[in-house]
């Protein structure tokens, strides 16, 4: 089975479940497959969200004989270092340090400062220059930065 076949099949599961589909990893060989599912939501993902979606993942697998080899399936959330897709993973990081690749004018500009606020798909930042707005769709690039 193809990388794009369990993804598609994959996303569905994960999206039926209300959770959202961030990644997919395919590595091993042909003795072990080890497949690498990454998920959120937002309010962040436990041990027993994994759980659920890792059985629903094991059962679609199963009905469709999706691996014919022997395989691990790991589901996690993606971790801060992973960059943000959705609108829903910015909720849960209001008042955290982002690094910013986005676009306007049609050029592609770096900022780093702390999410501020939300209002439907305008993000508010700021930093020691003063405040900015970005539309999410021009964000091209986000990470979480941790701070200590």
Do not use: W
Not at 68 to 86: A, I, N, Q, T
Not at 87 to 112: G, S, T
Not at 127 to 148: H, M, P, T, W, Y
């Amino acid at each position: 089975m193809e990388k794009q076949d369990l993804l598609q099949k994959f996303e569905a599961v994960v999206n039926s479940l209300n959770y959202l589909f961030i990644d997919l990893r395919v590595r091993g060989d042909s003795k072990l497959k080890i497949i690498e599912l990454f998920v959120d939501n937002e309010k962040g993902i436990t041990s027993e969200d994994c759980t659920i979606i890792s059985k629903e993942i094991k059962a679609t697998i199963e009905k469709y004989g999706l691996i014919e080899s022997d395989y691990r399936l790991d589901v996690s959330s993606p971790g801060v270092d992973r960059p943000l897709k959705y609108l829903e993973q910015y909720k849960k990081h209001l008042n955290r340090k982002f690094e910013l690749e986005y676009m306007e004018n049609e050029q592609l500009h770096d900022f780093v400062g702390r999410l501020i606020n939300i209002t439907g798909n305008q993000l508010s930042f700021s930093n020691k220059q003063g405040e900015i707005k970005i539309n999410f769709d021009n964000i091209k690039k986000a990470r979480v930065l941790i701070s200590f």
